[in-house]
């Protein structure tokens, strides 16, 4: 047990799929894991381990933004020793070639901060995806036949954004989407030299102001939890 995870050592495999939302780390689990069991509901933040084709894995929830992020993955790389973290989220599409339902593979997370701003000071560190996780994670989006775009993505500090003009240079610069917590993830990957990616559903779009509605998130979440998991097995 840690202040923020009641599960037990061992509760908790190699491999973890990092959702923010807690329900939906329930619903991928009884959707995509066979045998899953709740291991941790501390500020009903659930998580559950089971097996993708015999091979441990858990699905935690991660919270919203990059410092609740950072407390489940501190922890869960410090005291449960897990070595392969795949973010499953949600992001705005920036780009006009990015349609609802895509998947993004961020191979990097540009920010304005993260939590490590205050080790990393005056460095502009780039936090960057595991190069083995992407590589197969293009392979099984590509033998899906899902529709995605590899390239960089902005982790924001805002839901609510209030700088316009903050989000046109991501455009400018080829950012494909915005999401809150992979930059962190990926800094935290770098820095305890474990395996990092994001692989992320667009549900909005920035530049047409369309958004998913509720009950037809599924099947397109559903691509992304079996592009997480082929990676992380292949
Ligand atoms: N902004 C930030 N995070 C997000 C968004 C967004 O538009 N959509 C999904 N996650």
């Not at 920010?111 to 990393?120: K, N, Y």
């Amino acid at each position: 047990m840690t202040i923020h995870i009641g599960a037990n050592a061992g509760d908790i495999a190699e491999t973890v799929l990092l959702p923010g939302d807690p329900y939906r780390a329930k619903w991928a689990a009884e959707n995509f894991l066979e045998d899953a069991k709740l291991v941790n509901e501390v500020r009903g933040m659930l998580a559950f381990t089971g097996t993708y084709n015999g091979n441990p894995v858990t699905i935690h929830g991660s919270g919203m933004g990059m410092p609740s992020l950072s407390i489940y993955v501190n922890e869960l790389i410090r005291d449960y020793e897990a070595k392969t973290l795949i973010r499953i989220g949600s992001c705005g599409g920036m780009q006009d070639h990015v349609g609802l339902r895509d998947v993004i593979l961020a191979m990097t997370a540009s920010s304005l901060s993260t939590p490590s701003r205050g080790i990393f000071k005056e460095l502009n560190f780039a936090p960057c995806a595991d190069w083995s996780l992407l590589r197969a994670a293009v392979a099984a989006a590509e033998s899906k036949g899902t529709n995605t775009h590899v390239g960089g993505i902005y982790s924001s500090d805002v839901f609510y954004d209030e700088r316009p003009d903050l989000n046109e240079q991501m455009v400018r610069h080829g950012i494909l989407g915005v999401e809150m917590e992979a930059a962190e993830l990926y800094n935290l990957a770098a820095r305890h030299s474990i395996r990092a990616l994001a692989v992320l559903t667009v549900s909005d779009h920035l530049g047409t102001g369309e958004a998913l509605p509720s009950d037809q998130r599924e099947k397109s979440f559903g691509d992304m939890v079996e592009i997480a998991l082929e990676a992380a097995f292949a």
